[in-house]
């Protein structure tokens, strides 16, 4: 019994998942599977440019949702920190106190959890 309720959500995996899994192979794990406009790649550009660093994880299911949001391209440009990959990342996470993902920070300010682009742009007062 325990055999064929394992292989239940194998199956339904590699049939429906396939699609999905396909298009996240193109890119790196984490990666956003959407291309970018030009809207989001200029905010990801603004965003460097002003200083913002965006402290995150492979793992992450919001961290992911939120390099969604700028697209593939826009997602590669984000001043992205990986805070669990090596020990390098993990340490410099832990320098700047990171406690959850994703994790927003600009100079003193600190903003938690998945924004909107509208969000990000006013938060970082672009």
């Known amino acids: 019994m325990r055999r064929s309720l394992w292989l239940i959500p194998l199956a339904a995996g590699l049939v429906f998942g396939s699609g999905a899994w396909t298009r996240a192979e193109a890119g790196n794990l984490g990666d956003a599977v959407e291309p970018s406009n030009a809207e989001q790649l200029s905010l990801a550009r603004e ?3 002003a200083g913002v660093i965006f402290y995150g994880a492979w793992w992450c299911g919001a ?3 939120q390099k969604n949001l700028f697209g593939t391209e826009a997602g590669r440009e984000l001043p992205y920190v990986e805070c669990d990959k090596d020990d390098a990342g993990r340490e ?3 320098k700047a106190q990171i406690k959850a993902f994703p994790t927003w920070v600009l ?3 600190r903003a938690e959890g998945v924004m909107t682009l509208p969000q990000l742009r006013s938060w970082a007062g672009l």
């Open 107 to 109: 100079g003193d300010q």
């Open 92 to 94: 410099q996470c832990r």
């Open 47 to 49: 965003l460097k440019q």
């Open 63 to 65: 961290c992911f949702h």
